[in-house]
């Protein structure tokens, strides 16, 4: 399709410079599409032409603009915008012919002042060179080609020849040439030995050889040109696309490669890429070796250095340390709730003893119920309006609330384990008294967090990797149990201040506790052995 | 209909007075017909007016647009075969108070061209006329809207489907004949649906209908071979006009008609009335 239409177009122009016949009719784009936008600061009009062209002209918040360009300011209500926006109110009812008439027909309105009626010129001159179009037909004795151009009938060729990359080449070989002409499109051409044409020889996307004489130019536009021994061409060969594959004959006014100063072009632009691609890699690879060397200093994971057989220790080292902080934290928390709400740490703690299994089970429900509560209670205060403010409180607290909660039973697990560890016969559980609950809040942190230190020491050590993994994942199990059941407790408890899931007083157990005897004391019986001994005096 | 467009003219010319201190901003849009064989037309509309009908003279659709440009932006996009309207939110603003109901969407399709046209609508009022416009797909899904279809001209290229997802909403749909549909296709939420019968069946159809609550009247020609099979928890049909055979309610003479439509009803909760009409 392109072929037939650069071959028509090329035909028709060909003919045109050899002055064949022409006529020149101005008439009305199509218009296929049209958009009329009206707002308070706003009013714009944008058309499309059926070959593919557009116009947009557009008055918003003062200024006019032509596609894209500021072309002027106006006020807002002036003379000139009421006349614009009464021209777009009557383009909102009419379509392509009748539309374009109508916009082709508006004029300068009377009565503007001097710089609003340059601008409007200017939105007239827009309009009426976008909805003007020309046709040429241009006809020889063996064809006719209609050709139509849009815009000014001025610059109606330059348009024409600068419609394309190929047609604007096309006009700069021909550019200045004069006398007689032989246009050949898309076919090839042979200039057989001992014939001579008259004149210049066009050849456009077709193959030349020349064997006898040109007695003008050759131009070869997008084609091969052959000049073959004893050719001679007596004016000047311009090539436009083309190549020059055999140049064995005479030619007198020299060659002319239009598009040598493009390839030149292109070849700088390819060098400089070439050129700024090496010199971004070459500083790529020196970031990467700086990076690599850094890296190697600053004992990074990868690559050996002098301190990687210490990285081990160092870690581990580290880790342990960060867990004996952790204990120390959650120990002076602990203290802290001990020695002002050791009442209901006691309480919390019994329940927490006392019915771990429903404890646990409390507070895996309360952890998966906490974002749901939270959200929904957000939700709940800020649409009941008198509750935002609360909800604005309750949005940050209710999240401390619950990490409180959470730290709080698990140090109160610590302390029960503690305790544990404290009637328990395993070495190094000697320090704890089992009377001071700080000791015991402590001896259990110990103890929960064992399995985490003792995956530390072991990672110091080589091919314990395994065993480090296993230790680690006990410490978290026995930590995530640790929190259920200690936040569970928390809940059942409501921190401590209901005591109904703790144990109910029993003497035996509390004597028992007391004297930290292993002796069964049935009351019953010694009862009945006293009376005896009474009634043997 | 050109009246309407020069109202429409007028309200542009006279804009800047009555847009003083809104956000309203009105665009007319046109299209010419060219090379178009079959386009796709897909019409989104959150809240406001909408108004669908056929277009005179060699426009393939034209949409005259209000719209308060604080919340809303015009969806124009016709590429290839595929044409986009309507208005999309921009989440600019406070919508909250806005009398969204205020915006209005006319739009006009070109007669002949066939169409392939899936709507969707929310809080929307619509006047939908479908009549002259050359359908080959029809899909319209409403929210809670109050709407009107109309198809007032037979449909001169028949479909396979044509479906109608209803919301919580008041619908009723006239002539449906002329749709030329093999199958129509309507699943209703909660809501008021009425479906007129008549129009010109030019072949035997079915009808498909999935309720939730609601009530839903049939508006059947006399004439018509219709029958009706209804499943449903607590649906209370009336069947006036119609005789049981096993699970299907007939006409009394859907033996003897040309053109013969048979509605399978699934209901949860409602009412169900069969209404003749002449």
New interface residues.
């Given amino acids: 399709m392109f072929k037939f239409l650069l071959r028509s177009s090329l035909t028709a122009l060909g003919l045109a410079l050899l002055a064949a016949t022409s006529t020149l009719e101005a008439q009305l784009r ?11 600061s ?2 714009a009009l944008r058309l499309e032409f ?1 070959d593919d062209g557009a116009l947009e002209i557009a008055f918003e918040d003062g200024l006019v603009v032509i596609d894209g360009d500021v072309v002027g300011m106006f006020e ?2 002036d003379q000139l915008e009421a006349a614009w ?2 021209l ?6 009419l ?2 012919g009748e539309l374009a008439i109508m916009l082709s027909d508006w004029s300068v309105p009377a009565g503007l002042a001097n710089d609003l009626a340059d601008l409007a010129r200017e939105v007239d001159r827009a309009l009426e060179d976008a909805l003007s179009s020309f046709e040429i037909t241009v006809s020889s004795n063996s064809s006719r080609a209609p050709v139509t151009v849009a815009g000014d009938p001025g610059s109606l060729l330059s348009l024409f020849l600068n419609a394309t990359g190929e047609l604007g080449l096309l006009g700069e070989a021909l550019a200045g040439l004069r006398g007689e002409f032989a246009i050949h499109v898309d076919e090839d051409v042979v200039v057989p030995a001992g014939s001579t044409v008259d004149g210049t020889l066009v050849v456009i996307q077709g193959d030349a050889r020349i064997e006898g004489e040109v007695d003008g130019d050759v131009i070869v536009v997008d084609g091969t040109l052959e000049l073959l021994e004893g050719s001679r061409v007596r004016g000047e060969v311009r090539l436009a696309d083309a190549r020059l594959v055999r140049n064995l004959g005479t030619v007198e006014d020299g060659l002319v490669d239009l598009l040598e100063e493009e390839r030149v072009n292109e070849s700088e632009i390819r060098s400089k890429i070439r050129e700024e691609v090496q010199a971004e890699l070459r500083a790529q690879l020196r970031r990467e070796i700086r990076d690599m060397t850094r890296l190697e200093f600053s004992d990074a994971d990868n690559g050996f250095s002098l301190m990687a057989p210490f990285r081990s220790v160092f870690r581990g080292v580290g880790e342990l340390v960060k867990n004996l902080i952790s204990i120390l934290v959650l120990g002076l928390l602990g203290a802290g709730a001990v020695a002002f709400a050791g009442t209901k740490v006691d309480t919390i703690a019994d329940t927490a003893r006392r019915s771990p299994g429903r404890s646990a089970m409390v507070g895996m429900a309360g952890t998966l119920l906490l974002i749901p509560v939270w959200l929904l209670g957000a939700v709940a205060l800020t649409v009941s309006v008198i509750g935002i403010p609360v909800a604005l409180v309750w949005l940050p607290l209710f999240p401390l609330a619950a990490c409180a909660a959470g730290v709080m039973g698990y140090v109160v697990v610590a302390r029960n384990t503690g305790e544990w560890l404290a009637d328990s016969e395993y070495p190094w559980t000697g320090w704890i008294r089992k009377s001071n609950p700080i000791y015991t809040i402590f001896g259990g942190l110990f103890g929960l967090m064992l399995a985490f230190m003792a995956a530390n020491v072991l990672s110091i050590t080589p091919f314990l990797g395994f065993l480090t993994g296993l230790l680690a994942f006990a410490g978290s199990v026995v930590t995530f149990f640790a929190i259920q059941i200690g936040f569970g407790a928390v809940l059942l408890t409501r921190a401590g201040r209901r005591n109904e899931w703790a144990s109910t007083y029993d003497p035996d157990a509390a004597w028992e506790r007391a004297m930290d005897v292993d002796v069964e004391v049935d009351v019953d019986e010694t009862a009945d052995k006293v009376d005896e001994d009474s009634d043997d005096a | 209909m ?1 009246k309407a ?2 109202i ?3 309200t ?5 007075a009555l ?2 201190g ?11 017909i ?1 090379d178009n064989s079959e386009i796709r037309v897909f019409v989104e509309y959150g809240a406001g007016h909408l108004k669908i009908g056929a277009a005179d ?3 393939l659709y ?1 949409m ?1 647009l209000r719209y308060d ?1 604080d919340i809303f932006e ?1 969806v ?1 996009d ?1 590429s290839g075969d595929r044409l986009h309207l309507g208005v999309e939110s921009i989440g600019r603003g406070f919508n909250i108070g806005r009398n969204k109901q205020s915006g209005e969407l006319d739009l006009e399709f070109a007669r002949g061209i066939p169409m392939d046209m899936d709507l969707e609508f929310g809080a929307v009022r619509a006047d939908i006329d479908f009549g002259g416009l050359a359908l080959t797909d029809l899909d319209l899904s409403t929210g809670a809207s109050q709407s009107t279809i109309d198809i007032s001209e037979p449909n001169s290229v028949g479909m396979s489907t044509a479906r109608f997802e209803i919301g919580a909403a008041e619908f009723e749909a006239r002539h449906l004949g002329n749709l030329n549909a093999e199958r129509i296709e309507v699943d209703a939420g909660v809501g008021q649906v009425t479906l007129w019968l008549n129009g010109r069946w030019q072949r035997d159809a079915s009808v498909s209908i999935d309720m939730g609550l609601g009530a839903l009247e049939l508006r059947v020609p006399e004439g018509l071979g219709f029958r009706l099979r209804k499943e449903g928890f607590l649906v209370s049909l009336d069947s006036e006009g119609l005789v049981k055979r096993g699970d299907w309610y007939y006409s009394l003479d859907y033996e003897d008609a040309d053109r013969k439509v048979t509605v399978d009803l699934d209901a949860a909760f409602g009412s169900v009335k069969v209404v003749w009409v002449r």
């Avoid at chain 1, 199509?30 to 308070?40: L, M, P």
């Avoid at chain 2, 542009?12 to 800047?16: I, K, L, S």
């Avoid at chain 2, 809104?22 to 010419?32: D, G, L």
């Fill in positions: 199509d218009v296929v599409s049209k958009e009329v936008a009206v707002g308070r706003e009013a059926s807002p209500g926006r009464s777009l109110g009557q383009a909102v009812s379509d392509d | 050109r467009l020069y429409a003219a007028v542009v010319a006279v804009a800047p847009l003083a809104q956000s309203w901003r009105t665009v007319t849009m046109s299209h010419q060219e003279g060699g426009v034209r005259n440009e015009p124009s016709f």
